[in-house]
Protein backbone atom coordinates (compact mmCIF):
# COMPACT_ATOMS: atom_id res chain seq x y z
CA UNK A 1 0.00 0.00 0.00
CA UNK A 2 1.17 3.65 -0.39
CA UNK A 3 2.43 5.71 2.80
CA UNK A 4 1.02 8.90 1.54
CA UNK A 5 -1.35 9.72 4.81
CA UNK A 6 -4.06 11.58 2.17
CA UNK A 7 -5.23 8.83 -0.74
CA UNK A 8 -4.56 5.02 -1.01
CA UNK A 9 -4.02 2.57 -3.56
CA UNK A 10 -5.91 1.55 -6.32
CA UNK A 11 -6.31 -2.76 -7.05
CA UNK A 12 -4.31 -1.01 -10.58
CA UNK A 13 -1.55 -0.05 -8.59
CA UNK A 14 -2.48 3.95 -9.20
CA UNK A 15 -2.64 6.77 -6.49
CA UNK A 16 -6.24 7.49 -5.67
CA UNK A 17 -6.74 10.83 -4.32
CA UNK A 18 -9.46 11.86 -1.77
CA UNK A 19 -12.30 13.95 -3.64
CA UNK A 20 -11.20 12.77 -6.69
CA UNK A 21 -13.99 10.85 -9.06
CA UNK A 22 -13.22 7.31 -9.76
CA UNK A 23 -12.40 8.27 -13.20
CA UNK A 24 -9.92 10.33 -12.64
CA UNK A 25 -6.17 9.38 -14.25
CA UNK A 26 -2.73 10.76 -12.99
CA UNK A 27 -1.13 12.99 -15.37
CA UNK A 28 0.61 11.43 -18.67
CA UNK A 29 -1.27 8.28 -18.07
CA UNK A 30 -4.03 8.27 -20.26
CA UNK A 31 -6.06 5.15 -20.61
CA UNK A 32 -4.48 4.72 -17.08
CA UNK A 33 -1.16 3.49 -18.30
CA UNK A 34 2.39 5.17 -17.98
CA UNK A 35 3.18 6.42 -21.28
CA UNK A 36 6.41 5.62 -22.68
CA UNK A 37 9.24 8.52 -24.38
CA UNK A 38 12.41 9.94 -24.60
CA UNK A 39 13.66 10.50 -21.44
CA UNK A 40 16.32 12.51 -20.51
CA UNK A 41 18.66 11.49 -17.41
CA UNK A 42 18.38 14.12 -14.69
CA UNK A 43 21.72 15.71 -14.65
CA UNK A 44 22.44 14.97 -11.50
CA UNK A 45 22.19 11.09 -11.80
CA UNK A 46 25.51 10.68 -13.44
CA UNK A 47 29.33 11.21 -12.09
CA UNK A 48 31.23 14.13 -14.44
CA UNK A 49 34.54 13.04 -13.09
CA UNK A 50 34.21 9.57 -13.68
CA UNK A 51 31.83 9.81 -16.85
CA UNK A 52 34.50 11.72 -18.37
CA UNK A 53 37.16 9.36 -17.54
CA UNK A 54 35.44 6.84 -19.04
CA UNK A 55 34.88 8.98 -21.89
CA UNK A 56 38.25 9.78 -22.55
CA UNK A 57 39.59 5.73 -21.69
CA UNK A 58 36.81 5.15 -24.71
CA UNK A 59 38.03 7.77 -27.25
CA UNK A 60 41.84 5.77 -26.12
CA UNK A 61 40.26 2.78 -27.74
CA UNK A 62 39.17 4.38 -30.93
CA UNK A 63 42.34 5.92 -30.92
CA UNK A 64 44.02 3.12 -31.32
CA UNK A 65 42.00 1.82 -33.61
CA UNK A 66 42.37 4.47 -36.13
CA UNK A 67 46.12 3.45 -35.89
CA UNK A 68 45.95 -0.07 -35.71
CA UNK A 69 43.48 0.11 -39.12
CA UNK A 70 45.47 2.81 -40.09
CA UNK A 71 48.89 0.61 -40.34
CA UNK A 72 47.21 -2.48 -42.34
CA UNK A 73 45.62 -0.26 -44.63
CA UNK A 74 42.29 -0.18 -43.94
CA UNK A 75 39.73 3.07 -44.63
CA UNK A 76 38.95 3.76 -40.79
CA UNK A 77 35.25 3.27 -40.94
CA UNK A 78 34.94 0.95 -38.40
CA UNK A 79 37.49 3.15 -36.09
CA UNK A 80 35.43 6.18 -36.75
CA UNK A 81 32.03 4.10 -35.57
CA UNK A 82 34.12 2.72 -32.75
CA UNK A 83 35.85 5.87 -31.28
CA UNK A 84 31.99 6.94 -30.73
CA UNK A 85 30.75 4.13 -29.37
CA UNK A 86 33.61 3.52 -26.66
CA UNK A 87 33.59 7.27 -25.71
CA UNK A 88 29.70 7.14 -24.92
CA UNK A 89 29.96 3.64 -23.75
CA UNK A 90 32.93 4.83 -21.67
CA UNK A 91 30.89 7.58 -20.09
CA UNK A 92 28.00 5.57 -19.28
CA UNK A 93 29.79 2.67 -17.73
CA UNK A 94 31.71 5.06 -15.49
CA UNK A 95 29.49 7.56 -15.05
CA UNK A 96 26.84 5.49 -13.78
CA UNK A 97 24.05 7.45 -16.73
CA UNK A 98 24.30 9.15 -19.93
CA UNK A 99 22.85 12.50 -19.45
CA UNK A 100 22.83 15.32 -21.88
CA UNK A 101 26.08 16.40 -20.01
CA UNK A 102 27.97 13.54 -20.90
CA UNK A 103 26.71 13.32 -24.21
CA UNK A 104 28.66 16.75 -24.95
CA UNK A 105 31.50 15.51 -22.93
CA UNK A 106 31.88 12.01 -25.07
CA UNK A 107 31.64 14.55 -28.04
CA UNK A 108 34.20 16.37 -27.06
CA UNK A 109 36.26 13.91 -26.77
CA UNK A 110 35.13 12.42 -30.00
CA UNK A 111 36.28 15.50 -31.92
CA UNK A 112 39.31 15.61 -30.24
CA UNK A 113 40.72 12.34 -30.35
CA UNK A 114 39.60 11.68 -33.86
CA UNK A 115 41.83 14.67 -34.74
CA UNK A 116 44.22 13.03 -32.64
CA UNK A 117 44.00 9.34 -34.13
CA UNK A 118 44.33 10.73 -37.52
CA UNK A 119 47.39 12.99 -36.49
CA UNK A 120 49.48 10.09 -35.21
CA UNK A 121 48.15 7.67 -38.48
CA UNK A 122 50.15 10.42 -40.00
CA UNK A 123 52.91 10.29 -37.94
CA UNK A 124 53.38 6.53 -38.81
CA UNK A 125 53.33 7.11 -42.78
CA UNK A 126 55.58 9.90 -42.46
CA UNK A 127 57.93 8.07 -40.19
CA UNK A 128 57.81 5.51 -42.84
CA UNK A 129 58.01 7.36 -45.97
CA UNK A 130 60.47 9.96 -44.87
CA UNK A 131 62.95 7.65 -42.58
CA UNK A 132 62.46 9.99 -39.61
CA UNK A 133 61.45 8.61 -35.72
CA UNK A 134 57.67 8.64 -34.89
CA UNK A 135 57.96 12.17 -32.66
CA UNK A 136 60.05 13.74 -35.12
CA UNK A 137 57.51 12.81 -37.81
CA UNK A 138 54.53 14.35 -35.56
CA UNK A 139 56.41 17.47 -34.73
CA UNK A 140 57.17 17.86 -38.72
CA UNK A 141 53.30 17.27 -40.10
CA UNK A 142 52.35 20.95 -40.01
CA UNK A 143 55.72 21.90 -42.10
CA UNK A 144 55.35 19.04 -44.64
CA UNK A 145 51.01 20.02 -45.36
CA UNK A 146 52.39 23.96 -45.59
CA UNK A 147 55.46 22.84 -47.89
CA UNK A 148 52.51 20.35 -49.64
CA UNK A 149 55.12 17.50 -48.83
CA UNK A 150 51.57 16.10 -47.73
CA UNK A 151 48.72 16.74 -49.83
CA UNK A 152 46.31 18.85 -47.57
CA UNK A 153 43.08 17.83 -49.87
CA UNK A 154 44.34 13.58 -48.70
CA UNK A 155 45.01 15.11 -45.19
CA UNK A 156 41.61 16.65 -44.61
CA UNK A 157 39.66 13.47 -46.85
CA UNK A 158 41.05 10.80 -44.43
CA UNK A 159 39.92 13.08 -41.54
CA UNK A 160 36.54 14.28 -42.63
CA UNK A 161 36.06 10.93 -43.80
CA UNK A 162 36.86 9.81 -39.85
CA UNK A 163 34.63 12.66 -38.28
CA UNK A 164 31.70 11.46 -40.77
CA UNK A 165 32.28 7.96 -39.43
CA UNK A 166 32.22 8.79 -35.95
CA UNK A 167 28.48 10.81 -36.56
CA UNK A 168 27.39 7.62 -37.89
CA UNK A 169 28.19 6.13 -35.20
CA UNK A 170 27.45 8.39 -32.66
CA UNK A 171 24.03 9.81 -33.93
CA UNK A 172 22.47 6.52 -33.51
CA UNK A 173 24.05 5.45 -30.08
CA UNK A 174 22.69 9.34 -28.88
CA UNK A 175 19.24 8.59 -30.19
CA UNK A 176 19.07 4.96 -28.39
CA UNK A 177 20.41 6.62 -24.90
CA UNK A 178 17.89 9.50 -25.48
CA UNK A 179 15.05 6.86 -26.53
CA UNK A 180 15.57 5.05 -22.64
Known amino acids: MDNQPNGYQTPNGY ?7 SGYQQPNQPNGYPQQGPTVVPSSVDNVAMGTLGAFLGSLVGVACIVILGRIGIISALSGVVMALCALIGYEKLGGALTIRGIVISIAFILIMT ?14 QLGYGLFEALGDIPRLLERGIIDTGNYMGNLVRLYLFAAIGAVPTILSFMRK
Request: aromatic share 20%.
Open 115 to 128: FVGDYIDWGFVVSE
Open 15 to 21: QQQPNQP
